[in-house]
């Protein structure tokens, strides 16, 4: 099983990016996916989830309104529109995936840097 997160980068505050997950490896079709941030110093924190069928998003307070988490089953990709950047979303960026119940994610992708300029 392997996700692979991509698509950081430097933008400046107020900028875009889309992050993207690859997946391989498993059926994730019961399985809920989510992206999840760790900046310096500070502790990972949830961002945003969703099922693999498309369905059931949530989102952290701190990014609602700026971010969209969406499913692309024919890239079998899941991917983080993010827009209206601040220096605060500065972050290593993961994706993660847990089965339907769990309380724990099960697997990990590496982690793909995010720095906002002011």
């Known amino acids: 099983v392997q996700l692979q997160a991509s698509g950081g980068g430097l933008v400046q505050a107020g900028g875009s990016l889309r992050l993207s997950c690859q997946l391989s490896?498993?059926?994730?079709?019961?399985?809920?996916m989510g992206w999840l941030r760790q900046a310096p110093g500070k502790q990972r924190e949830f961002v945003a989830g969703?099922?693999?069928?498309?369905?059931?998003?949530n989102y952290a307070d701190s990014v609602k309104g700026r971010f969209t988490v969406s499913r692309d089953k024919f890239k079998n990709t899941v991917d983080l529109q993010m827009t209206d950047l601040k220096s605060e979303d500065t972050a290593l960026y993961y994706c993660?995936?847990?089965?339907?119940?769990?309380?724990?994610?099960?697997?990990w992708g590496q982690g793909t840097l995010v720095t906002v300029s002011s």
């Open positions: 993660a995936a847990k089965a339907l119940g769990a309380s724990e994610y099960e697997y």
């Open positions: 490896g498993r059926n994730f079709s019961r399985y809920r």
């Open positions: 969703i099922m693999w069928t498309g369905h059931l998003t």
